[in-house]
């Protein structure tokens, strides 16, 4: 049973077109964040909330609306689709602990090219 | 300057032979330190984090951290086949509110050949 899923895993577009993309998570988590990991395998974060709350946005177009309908998910919604929006975008979630060092644990990506 | 400095190789070994991987920060903020490796097509995972400096031990892998010089590395024992791979340093700082921030670096590619 995967404790970060999200679909699609591969999303083909034409520029100008609005996309979505889903992720879940069974981990009981209480944060959940998106990624992006550019061709170069950057890996940078983009947005986190806490309990449906937007805690965290990096200087991300708007044109990127994440949406958290509850804790167990975070989708991502993209507007009018760039060539530099080409990326594999990574779900993660976590849990505060004592103990905890904040790790993340990552979705198997979905991976979007724009045509 | 970037915030981690990460060689992005690629780096190809012997099965058998020892790996040094490194990482550099400048944020004297970073308070965990981490290694994620990502195998082709598939989300990161984390391998070993650390707190403070020295070393962590665990298994045939080994994580250092000096924060005086602000360097991290990641040792592979006895490297084998399967730990081909994209090995990622990764540094967290607490945002708030149940969140965490972690910076990434570039990652190093890592081919063990049989």
């Known amino acids: 049973d995967t404790a970060v899923s999200q679909t699609p895993k591969y999303l083909v577009t034409q520029m100008g077109n609005d996309k979505s993309i889903k992720c879940e998570q069974n981990l009981g988590h209480d944060t959940m964040y998106w990624y992006k990991q550019d061709s170069k395998k950057f890996l940078k974060i983009m947005f986190s909330y806490n309990n449906k709350e937007l805690i965290i946005n990096e200087t991300v177009p708007n044109r990127f609306s994440p949406k958290s309908p509850d804790k167990a998910h975070l989708n991502l919604h993209i507007n009018s689709l760039e060539l530099g929006d080409s990326a594999v975008y990574f779900c993660?979630?976590?849990?505060?602990?004592?103990?905890?060092?904040?790790?993340?644990?990552f979705g198997e990506g979905s991976r979007l090219t724009v045509l | 300057q970037k915030e981690v400095e990460q060689d992005p190789g690629p780096l190809s070994v012997p099965e058998g032979a020892i790996v040094s991987l490194n990482c550099t920060y400048s944020n004297s903020a970073f308070q965990y330190f981490m290694w994620y490796r990502q195998y082709s097509r598939k989300g990161p995972e984390l391998l070993m984090y650390?707190?403070?400096?020295g070393n962590k031990e665990d298994g045939r892998f080994t994580a250092q951290v000096d924060k005086s010089s602000k360097y991290i590395s990641l040792f592979i024992r006895d490297s084998q086949p399967s730990d081909s791979a994209t090995y990622l340093c990764a540094m967290s700082t607490y945002s708030g509110a149940g969140s965490y921030q972690l910076t990434f670096g570039k990652g190093t590619k890592l081919s063990v050949i049989p």
């Open positions: 650390t707190y403070s400096s």
């Open positions: 993660a979630s976590s849990q505060v602990l004592a103990s905890n060092t904040g790790e993340l644990f």
